[in-house]
Structure formats: structure tokens, C-alpha cells
């Protein structure tokens, strides 16, 4: 079955690759993602991340985030006759139509555009469509999850003026607001301060697993009750907590335990897939790559879950937030 993943790393690997002078290529590769990968797994979109980690590189996130994006337009043009780029829900439709996957662009860290609107401009010209304010440390947007602080939840500090006013201008362009990362105050002042449905493209359920990058059963309630999607992460570190190597692996049971969580508190139209492939650890990982994603189907079905339903995870929910935001 077709499936729309809301997140994943795969640029930065290929990145890395090439600044280490190994030979990289979208097309084929030894990552989680690559277009083989993606086909033999039917990706109707995969969402590509622009990602930098602001604290563990030095320079202009600007200016890095730009080197990335130059990148996945390189590799989409080596491959253009498998996958291209999507601005608007009318080409996810013409791709699939033409037998391409779409690949959307996305930001992760707000702090790419270094406080500056006419930087988010920039970046909507080059095609990013989705947005996360913030990654794992505070930045001039907004304070982040706790994970730099010792894990513990954020719940005093949230956006900053200057943070508003890029809700504003992300939602009056039509780029995706993605809550993944940000400070649970963070959250509700986007909550309070948006109308339209957003995504958190990469989480699980913190009624599972308490983690402060999963979000609580009050936040799955508001984003299905606004028609927000939340993307299931395959993170181990965000499902189970273990105390030895052999309890760690990210199955499709523990993840479709997470749905599970999602669905009884937000209801059937707030879960999605947000795999963050290429960004987390690929021991006894299932699925082991994108080409496995059909094998949940059956855990699904395992657990119960009808037909409608996994047709609504594997891409009818997120792709109906994508028609109502992409211009
Ligand atoms: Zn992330």
C-alpha cells in the first residue's frame, strides 16, 4: 500500500557521505532511504529534512541549510525519472499519476533563517513546505523539548515574539508548521495561535513512553480535535525504555502499540508515519529500511485495526492536511 512518510534524515547522510569523500547516491545507498528503497516500499511522498544540529557545527545555519537543499536538488535532478520535488498538493497527485514518488522538502530548526522572515521567503521560493521551529536547543524562535535540559518538559517557556511572527508569515505562505522538537508551552502557543491543522512529523506517545520528545495524551487530544497529523517515529529511544543491548529494537508491534495510543486519544484522523530514517540507530530496527514498509499491514491487521483505517495511517491522513495547506 502507498505511504506518505512526514520525516526523515537522508540528505544530512548523504551530506556527511560526500564531505567525508565517500561515494554517495540517492538512487542507491547503504541508508535507510534510497530510491530503490522508496519504490520497492511504494512511497507515495517521502518528506527530505534539511536538518543542522546549530550546536555541533560551526557557520551560518543559512547558509549550511542552503548546501543541503543545493544537494537534494542535485539528486533530484540525477533522478528525475523516479522522484521529483513537490510545491503543491496538484503535483503529488501528477507524479503518482506519472509513476514518480513526490519528495517534499521540509526545515528542520527554525533557527535556519538565523530570526530573519526574509529568510523564510528564501527558503519558500526554494521549495521548503514544512517547518519546525526549533530542534533540540533553545534558538530565537522558541524554546525547545528538554532534552539539553536534563529531559525535563518545558512547560513555562514557549515562542518568542519573533516566533510568532514566523507562525504568521509560515501560515500565510502555506509551509507546514511541524511541532516535533519544540517545548511543550511551545506547542500550545502554536495551538492557540494557529487555526489550520499542523503535523508533529516525528513522535510517539508519551502514554507509552514517557519521553520529552513524545507528546502527552492532552496534545494528541487538541491536534485530532484541530485535525492535526502526528508522524510515528521509529526511534527506539522513543518507545520502550531498556536497561541492556538486548532489549534494544524498534518493532512493528511496539510501533503499532504507539498508534494504538494516538487513535484512543486523538481519534483515527491524527496518526501518520514520521519514520526518521537516516537520523536514528539502524540496530533491529524494523523496518530495517523503507523497502519493508509494507510488512506493518499485517501487525496492523494483528492488532486489529480495519482497512480504512490503515489506509489512513499509510497516507489518506496526512495527505489531507497536505491538500489543505499546500497552495
Ligand atoms: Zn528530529
Same mark, same amino acid.
Given at each position: 500500500?502507498?505511504? @506518505?512518510?512526514?520525516?526523515?534524515?537522508?540528505?544530512? =547522510?548523504?551530506?556527511?557521505?560526500?564531505?567525508? !569523500?565517500?561515494? #554517495?547516491?540517492?538512487?542507491?545507498?547503504?541508508?535507510?532511504?534510497?530510491?530503490?528503497?522508496?519504490?520497492?516500499? =511504494?512511497?507515495?511522498?517521502?518528506?527530505?529534512?534539511?536538518?543542522?544540529?546549530?550546536?555541533?557545527?560551526?557557520?551560518?545555519?543559512?547558509?549550511?541549510?542552503?548546501?543541503?537543499?543545493?544537494?537534494? #536538488?542535485?539528486?533530484?535532478?540525477?533522478?528525475?525519472?523516479?522522484?521529483?520535488?513537490?510545491?503543491?498538493?496538484?503535483? @503529488?497527485?501528477?507524479?503518482?499519476?506519472?509513476?514518480?514518488?513526490?519528495?517534499?522538502?521540509?526545515?528542520?530548526?527554525?533557527?535556519?533563517?538565523?530570526?530573519?522572515? =526574509?529568510?523564510?521567503?528564501?527558503?519558500?521560493?526554494?521549495?521548503?513546505?514544512?517547518?519546525?521551529?526549533?530542534?533540540?536547543?533553545?534558538?530565537?524562535?522558541?524554546?525547545?523539548?528538554?532534552?539539553?535540559?536534563? !529531559?525535563?518538559?518545558?512547560?513555562?517557556?514557549?515562542?518568542?515574539?519573533?516566533?510568532?511572527?514566523?507562525?504568521?508569515?509560515?501560515? /500565510?505562505? &502555506?509551509? @507546514?508548521?511541524?511541532?516535533?522538537?519544540?517545548?511543550?508551552?511551545?506547542?500550545?502557543?502554536?495551538?492557540?495561535?494557529?487555526?489550520?491543522?499542523?503535523?508533529?512529523?516525528?513522535?510517539?506517545?508519551? &502514554?507509552?513512553?514517557?519521553?520529552?520528545?513524545?507528546?502527552?495524551?492532552?496534545?494528541?487530544?487538541?491536534?485530532?480535535? /484541530?485535525?492535526?497529523?502526528? &508522524?510515528? !517515529?521509529?526511534?527506539?529511544?522513543?518507545?520502550?525504555?531498556?536497561?541492556?543491548?538486548?532489549?534494544?529494537?524498534?518493532?512493528?508491534?511496539?510501533?503499532?502499540?504507539?498508534?494504538?495510543?494516538?487513535?484512543?486519544?486523538?481519534?483515527?484522523?491524527?496518526?501518520?508515519?514520521?519514520?526518521?530514517?537516516?537520523?536514528?540507530?539502524?540496530?533491529?530496527?524494523?523496518?530495517?529500511?523503507?523497502?519493508?514498509?509494507?510488512?506493518?499491514?499485517?501487525?496492523?491487521? /494483528?492488532?486489529?485495526?480495519?482497512?480504512?483505517?490503515?489506509?489512513?495511517?499509510? #497516507?489518506? !491522513?496526512?495527505? /489531507?492536511?497536505?491538500?489543505?495547506?499546500?497552495?
Amino acid at each position: 500500500m502507498k505511504y @506518505i512518510d512526514m520525516h526523515c534524515d537522508t540528505v544530512s =547522510e548523504l551530506y556527511y557521505k560526500q564531505l567525508a !569523500n565517500i561515494p #554517495y547516491a540517492l538512487y542507491e545507498n547503504d541508508l535507510h532511504i534510497d530510491i530503490k528503497k522508496l519504490q520497492k516500499g =511504494e512511497c507515495l511522498v517521502q518528506c527530505f529534512a534539511a536538518f543542522m544540529d546549530t550546536q555541533a557545527r560551526e557557520g551560518s545555519p543559512f547558509k549550511y541549510i542552503n548546501h543541503l537543499i543545493d544537494m537534494f #536538488y542535485e539528486q533530484m535532478e540525477l533522478n528525475k525519472a523516479y522522484i521529483a520535488p513537490v510545491l503543491s498538493y496538484s503535483d @503529488i497527485e501528477k507524479n503518482e499519476k506519472a509513476g514518480l514518488i513526490s519528495a517534499l522538502l521540509t526545515v528542520e530548526e527554525g533557527q535556519a533563517c538565523e530570526g530573519k522572515i =526574509e529568510n523564510l521567503h528564501h527558503f519558500y521560493s526554494r521549495g521548503v513546505r514544512m517547518m519546525n521551529l526549533v530542534w533540540n536547543y533553545d534558538n530565537s524562535l522558541t524554546t525547545a523539548n528538554g532534552i539539553s535540559n536534563n !529531559n525535563q518538559l518545558q512547560e513555562e517557556k514557549g515562542l518568542t515574539p519573533k516566533g510568532f511572527e514566523f507562525l504568521e508569515e509560515m501560515e /500565510r505562505l &502555506g509551509i @507546514i508548521i511541524d511541532t516535533a522538537h519544540i517545548s511543550d508551552k511551545g506547542f500550545y502557543d502554536i495551538l492557540e495561535h494557529t487555526t489550520k491543522p499542523f503535523v508533529d512529523s516525528h513522535t510517539n506517545a508519551r &502514554g507509552v513512553f514517557f519521553h520529552p520528545r513524545n507528546i502527552s495524551d492532552d496534545m494528541i487530544k487538541k491536534m485530532g480535535e /484541530r485535525g492535526c497529523v502526528a &508522524g510515528v !517515529n521509529f526511534c527506539f529511544e522513543f518507545m520502550k525504555s531498556y536497561t541492556s543491548a538486548a532489549d534494544y529494537g524498534a518493532t512493528f508491534e511496539l510501533s503499532v502499540q504507539h498508534m494504538k495510543h494516538l487513535i484512543n486519544a486523538g481519534g483515527t484522523d491524527c496518526v501518520g508515519f514520521g519514520s526518521d530514517y537516516d537520523g536514528i540507530s539502524s540496530l533491529n530496527l524494523e523496518p530495517a529500511n523503507a523497502s519493508y514498509m509494507p510488512m506493518f499491514e499485517a501487525e496492523m491487521k /494483528r492488532q486489529g485495526f480495519s482497512d480504512d483505517l490503515i489506509e489512513k495511517i499509510f #497516507y489518506k !491522513n496526512v495527505a /489531507r492536511v497536505f491538500k489543505e495547506i499546500l497552495k
